[in-house]
């Protein structure tokens, strides 16, 4: 073997680390090095153990996830519908249920044409009025897709620290 720092032929060259190069030298230049250590550990990403492990974890996760996302309560799309209706069906006007509720009629109004969401006080102040429910769990669909995209990404990760 050819000492890779001084050219000399040995019979026997160890690893050494020269100024952070790794060089297989005679035991002359091996003074100058630090001693290796055997062959450089494989970068070690998670065992397929482990990978299984977290699938588990993301399955038995999601559904709270989902849960989460279920307990999203929102302002009905036919909000103005519900509460035109609730009204009429009790037989009280426009003016006196915005007096009930403490807003204003042109708020009502607006609100009843749809023209304006009500806010989350309002929400509850006409709901308990009117006996009717305003607000619906909802799944949304964009916390679904973002669920997924996570997901994903986790599992890129994984594949990642494979390679
Ligand atoms: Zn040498």
């Known amino acids: 073997m050819i000492c890779e720092l001084c050219g000399k032929n040995v019979t026997f060259c160890k690893k050494v680390t020269i100024e952070g190069v790794q060089l297989e030298v005679c035991s002359e230049c091996a003074k100058f090095g630090i001693e290796s250590k055997k062959a450089p550990e494989k970068k070690a990403g998670p065992t397929p153990v482990i990978t299984q492990r977290l699938e588990i974890r993301e399955k038995k996760s999601r559904p709270k996830d989902v849960l ?3 307990g999203k309560e929102e ?8 509460i035109r209706n609730a009204r009429s069906s009790k037989g009280i006007s426009q003016k006196d249920l915005a007096m009930k509720i403490n807003e204003r009629q042109t708020v009502l109004s607006k609100i009843e044409t749809g023209q304006m969401r009500p806010d989350d006080k309002v929400i509850r102040k006409l709901e308990k009025e009117l006996g009717v429910k305003l607000r619906e769990k909802v799944v949304d669909t964009q916390i679904a897709k973002g669920m997924s995209t996570s997901a ?3 599992a890129d990760l994984i594949r990642m620290q494979k390679d």
Do not use: H, N, S, Y
């Open 68 to 70: 989460e996302g279920v």
């Open 75 to 82: 302002l009905v799309e036919d909000f103005a519908v519900r």
């Open 152 to 154: 994903l990404t986790l």
